[in-house]
């Protein structure tokens, strides 16, 4: 545990999965947290109800919503953005508008969120976007266009580390393996393709990946900036 007693933390897209653990894992350590969902009102009611954080709706999808979010929670100590989408597919037949949906949550939001919170945020603050392995390795067919969206980050989070450096706020990137969520179950059909990527051959859980968030927003990682971290079980290795 880190004590983020008195700590502002904004997480975009906390209702399920990684956010949501992230979302547990901050306000189980004291923080003041709120999170955003599109989708998922029931998890995101209940889980703000167990937890003690504010829900909020608003679609990463829409650049002037995730700006008025991020400045309507003034000075945050912690931004996390963990919305993301996946769109896999044949790229010759992939539908082109369900690309460019998934370029907005995947790249965009972060870019315009992260700007906006480094207008009000603190000195020292922490900017962490959830990125993926996949911004680094791309080992089957039909990812080419999520790839491009976690690759990305990586150029993001190199150049606004510089831009905000010199008010001690530090930009990172989390890089997760396959993680056992709605969006990639531990016991869905790719499972033992993954695995076979893998040293170690099983899906992290989110709450692994929300102690790497814990971390980067800790008084330990205050020199940690414009860096990838991947957390994979070796999928990349
Ligand atoms: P899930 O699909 O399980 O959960 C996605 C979360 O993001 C939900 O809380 C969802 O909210 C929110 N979200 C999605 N779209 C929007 C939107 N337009 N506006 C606001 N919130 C949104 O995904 P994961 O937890 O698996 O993934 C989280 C992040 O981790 C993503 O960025 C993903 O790319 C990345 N990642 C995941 C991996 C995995 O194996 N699971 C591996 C590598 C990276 P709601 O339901 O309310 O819309």
Do not use: C, W
């Amino acid at each position: 545990m880190t004590d983020f007693t008195a700590k502002k933390v904004l997480v975009l897209g906390g209702s399920r999965g990684i956010g949501a653990a992230i979302v547990r894992r901050f306000a189980g350590d004291g923080a003041d947290v709120a999170f955003t969902y599109a989708g998922s009102q029931d998890a995101a009611t209940a889980l703000a109800a167990d937890v003690g954080a504010r829900a909020i709706r608003s679609d990463a999808a829409d650049r002037q919503a995730v700006i008025d979010v991020v400045a309507g929670e003034g000075a945050l100590d912690v931004l996390v953005v963990n919305a993301g989408t996946l769109v896999l597919g044949d790229p010759l037949t992939l539908d082109a508008d369900a690309v460019d949906r998934m370029i907005d949550i995947n790249v965009r939001a972060p870019y315009h969120a992260a700007v906006e919170a480094a207008r009000q945020m603190n000195d020292g603050g922490r900017i962490i976007v959830i990125g993926s392995v996949n911004g680094d390795r791309m080992p089957f067919e039909g990812g080419a266009a999520y790839a491009l969206t976690k690759s990305a980050l990586q150029g993001m989070a190199r150049g606004l580390a510089r831009d905000f450096g010199a008010r001690g706020i530090t930009v990172n990137i989390i890089q997760p393996g396959p993680t056992n969520t709605d969006m990639n179950p531990a016991d869905g059909p790719m499972s033992a393709t993954m695995h076979g990527f893998m040293a170690i051959k099983r899906h992290a859980t989110g709450e692994e990946i929300a102690g790497l968030a814990a971390y980067l927003a800790g008084p330990e990682a205050g020199i940690v900036t414009g860096a990838m971290h991947t957390i994979d079980g070796g999928f990349g290795a």
